[in-house]
């Protein structure tokens, strides 16, 4: 059998997220399946078209490591943040596809669900049934000491007044946030579910990405739940807030995409928000 390519990935939870969306097309270039190195492993796991999927270390001083990468056909490190994409005229999905030579159908990821964490939290996602994901602050895959509050310019600070709107005309739903604590303060009316310990149950990007499955709707700003509910497999529909960045560099044409007329912050009225669920 033939030997399988490595695939290096860089980047955040949401392009690794992104990437997703190249795997089938790169599986159908040789017929064999991926291995991937990134940042993120547990994001790939999942997938039919991936036999296997680890932490990336570049400690090529090491003898070591020579013989870990002779172990593969070839070594693909191809990123669109290093070429033509810099300059702001086309979308990322398309960059990174030419790179590789692929042409897509489809920009939305693609990616699976953890089964066995599925059924543990089935059982409390069915006593939901009507629910709503929602995310206002982003930026660190993994918790830091030293938070930038505005996430260059892509954090929404209306949270807890879209969420009060929300419960006005959606009673009956739960809303549940997605980020970390250091984020954000509880919202006043946000759904915050314990396990038997005493911790969060949904507490992680995995469980929002089964959440996505039996959500009826989300809102969310240009983070990890645009890409998590945007998955071609779950095929929801929702609100995105764009501050400094673009839907037509980032984003996906199925949602509804409102961009900030103020450059640099995502300054959008709820109310505005508020109307637009309705063209969902």
Known sequence: MNKPNLY???GGVGKHLQFTSLIEGLYNKDKNKLIINSSYPELFNNHPLVADS?????????????????????????????GNFLKGKTHVIDEWAKLYDLKLQEKRPNFFTNI??????????????KIILLQFTGGQGIITDRYDKSNLGRNYKYGQELIYLLRSKYPEHYLLVFGHDNEKPEYDGETVFKDNGGSPLFKNREDFIILSKYCDFFITIDSSLQHICSNINVNKRGIVLWGTTDPSRFGYENNINLKSSHPYCVEINPHVIIKNIDKL
Do not use: A, M
């Open 8 to 10: 290096v990935v860089e």
């Open 54 to 82: 680890r932490d990336f270390k570049n400690e090529i001083i090491f003898d070591s490591y020579f013989n870990y990468y002779d172990k593969y056909n070839n070594i693909y490190f191809k990123d669109p943040y290093r």
């Open 116 to 129: 066995d964490r599925e059924r543990i939290l089935l059982p409390h996602i069915k006593k939901l049934k």
